[in-house]
């Protein structure tokens, strides 16, 4: 029999020092084995994601969908896309979370226990779409810097939580109060505790809204490690950054929240209109509040293939941010001309609209079918590239899919 060959000593010191302890029995450890502690895991077992997702980085895990996968009313957590920018925090207890309120405007400083926040005030539930502002960044050039989603940064889950309007109304807010800012449990790439990955806010307007949630739920099952749990805010409509995950520290600021991807130019455009890769200063880049109006075709996914004679039956969501959809089309013929196909109500405001039709094609041969929604203020998607922008955020050109007609 061969013997054995055992990992030599200096490969071992490295080892040791990615996992952070000694490993005590390394001297037998067998030459081509990787501990356990190294080996790559597994993302889609980890998160319970479904294996068609796409991982785009696992340093820290970004994870989207893909547009037949969000073919759901309501987004089951298999579907949904991760977007984090630190790293998760770890031994998470539940029964030992809090949530203090501060700032310089906080009447007086509070904390409450995730369980008392529970019981004091009303439970709400909805369905509310979060869209990453990078969603669709892939397609702009010159390209931004960035994690490339291409059209899988959205999701519309059910949330149930409690009103942050009704726990601020408890906490008590001074009348200069004009933003809220989160601090979450996440860790900072670097490790260091005094960096935060992100803390981004909104104005009290949108910290005020019904549908502003502190949500416990998702899908009416605590929120998936991955996706915030034990405690999210839920401000649908807005870049999905403002719906801060793991959150234990609500900041009531006199002034715009200036934490951490709040300035610059983190979820900023230009204010006005610029040429693609031009130079855009700090102060003329805006925050990014409402997202605009967009729409994707869940089914069928794209190449599918249908036989001469047949009707195709198309169907997908359209959101438009603070705004309903009222108007659906689609094109088969390049965005020459458009159809309109009905377009539901929203279960309840800021979740996303469903759509359907079914087409006929002329005769056999290649088509794509374009999707175009257009908001109450008359708003539509453009047909292939919004305006430009440094970082590559707010791409809501029309989705499309390819057919063949055999
Ligand atoms: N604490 C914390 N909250 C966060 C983030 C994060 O990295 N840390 N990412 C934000 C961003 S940029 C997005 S797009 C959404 C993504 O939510 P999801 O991963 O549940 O889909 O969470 C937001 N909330
Ligand atoms: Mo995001």
């Known amino acids: 029999m061969k013997r054995r060959n055992f990992v030599k000593r200096a490969t071992l010191g490295s080892m ?59 987004t089951p957590n298999k579907f949904m896309f991760i977007r984090n920018n630190g790293l998760i925090p770890e031994n998470i207890d539940a029964d030992k979370w809090t949530l203090e309120f501060d700032g310089e405007s906080v009447a007086q400083k509070k904390t409450y226990t995730l369980a008392e926040l529970k019981s004091k005030f009303p439970q709400y539930t909805y369905e509310l779409t979060l869209e990453c502002g990078g969603n669709g960044r892939s397609e702009f050039d010159p390209p931004a810097k960035g994690n490339q989603w291409t059209i899988g940064a959205v999701s519309c889950a059910s949330w149930t939580g409690i009103r942050l309007k009704d726990v601020l109304e408890d906490v008590g807010i001074k009348d200069d109060a ?22 981004r806010g909104a104005p009290m307007a949108k910290a005020l809204q019904e549908e502003t949630l502190l949500a416990f739920k998702m899908n009416n099952e605590d929120i998936p490690i991955a996706h915030g749990y034990p405690l999210r805010l839920v401000a649908g409509g807005w870049p999905a950054s403002v719906s801060g995950k793991w959150i234990n520290r609500i900041s009531i600021r006199n002034k715009v929240h200036d934490g951490t991807k709040m300035t610059g130019t983190a979820y900023r455009v230009p204010c006005n209109p610029v040429a693609p890769g031009e130079k855009v200063k700090d102060e003329d880049m805006c925050i990014i509040e409402s997202m605009p109006v967009k729409s994707l075709i869940t089914y069928p996914k794209s190449g599918a293939m249908i036989n001469e004679g047949e009707k195709l039956d198309i169907r997908g969501h359209a959101w438009a941010g603070e705004l309903e959809v009222e108007r659906m089309e689609y094109s088969i013929d390049f965005g020459s001309t458009w159809q309109s196909c009905p377009i539901e109500k929203p279960s309840n405001r800021l979740a996303w609209q469903h759509f359907s039709a079914s087409i006929d094609f002329p005769k056999k041969g290649y088509y794509e079918i374009w999707a175009r929604a257009t908001d109450s203020r008359g708003a539509s998607q453009p047909m292939l590239l919004p305006g430009w922008n440094p970082k590559g955020y707010l791409n809501n050109a029309c989705h499309r899919i390819a057919i063949k007609v055999t």
């Open 16 to 74: 040791a020092s990615v996992i952070g302890a000694d490993i005590v029995f390394g001297s037998v450890l067998p030459e081509g084995y990787k501990p356990l502690a190294l080996q790559d895991p597994d993302p889609f077992k980890m998160f319970n994601k479904d294996t068609g997702m796409e991982v785009l980085n696992d340093k820290p895990w970004n994870i989207e969908a893909k547009a037949h996968l969000l073919d759901d009313k309501i």
């Open 178 to 199: 004009v933003y809220i800012g989160y601090h979450a449990a996440d860790v900072h790439l670097s490790r260091d505790p005094g960096k935060e990955p992100i803390s």
